[in-house]
């Protein structure tokens, strides 16, 4: 049987509510300088209008849902956030996963997420044209989905303002895969408005 959490702890957990980040590259600052990233970005936002909450960022380079699934159980028992934003699935395409796969994954760490007391985003991802249209198509709509059946918040596409303008290509680094920092406020600006309907008015 675990222990309950002690007063203090409690208390601080009450004042300081936690938002978990659970994402890949394109939360880990893959290839900017440290506190230039869109969570970082937020979090500075959050300071600014004198929230409490504490961004959290959990995101490692390279990972898939499988990953973040696997991890998710130990976050949560970890940081007990009141918000748990779900980056992930890139990578399952890249790596030619199953899409029921990828979508089964997002559905079990949302409905974890909630189980454990936080609301829940998820940040969608598109595939570039080169992938199929009936493939980019429903890679598009499986985080519709499951925000759909898992009642989350969703931004639909992390990269928007970014990855589909004419000068994209200033926007991102040499690989082309991974936003500069001169895209990381956009980035934020995607998640600033749909994560501000998730916390409490004060």
């Known amino acids: 049987m675990g222990s309950l959490a002690s007063p203090i702890t409690a208390l601080a957990q009450a ?39 504490r961004m959290v ?25 009141s918000v748990v934003i779900i980056e992930l ?21 949302a409905r974890a997420s909630q189980e454990a007391g936080a609301d829940v985003m998820l940040v969608g991802m598109e595939m570039p044209p080169n992938y199929g249209a009936r493939y980019t198509q429903q890679f598009r709509d499986l985080f519709k989905t499951v925000a759909k059946e898992e009642n989350t918040a969703l931004v639909p596409f992390l990269l928007a303002g970014v990855a589909d303008r004419p000068d994209a290509l200033t926007l991102f680094q040499s690989d082309r895969i991974h936003p500069n920092e001169t895209a990381q406020p956009l980035l934020a600006d995607n998640v600033w408005p749909a994560l501000q309907k998730l916390l409490p008015k004060r």
């Open 57 to 81: 960022n959990a995101g490692i380079s390279g990972d898939t849902t499988a990953g973040g699934r696997s991890r998710l159980p130990a976050l949560l028992r970890q940081y007990k956030p």
């Open 89 to 109: 699935g890139g990578n399952d395409a890249l790596r030619g996963m199953p899409l029921s796969t990828t979508q089964a994954n997002l559905a079990t760490m």
């Open 15 to 53: 004042k300081n509510p936690t938002i978990l980040v659970v994402g890949d590259s394109l939360s880990a600052e893959y290839g900017v300088k440290r506190g230039t990233g869109w969570v970082s970005l937020l979090q500075e936002r959050l300071l600014a209008a004198k929230r409490p909450e």
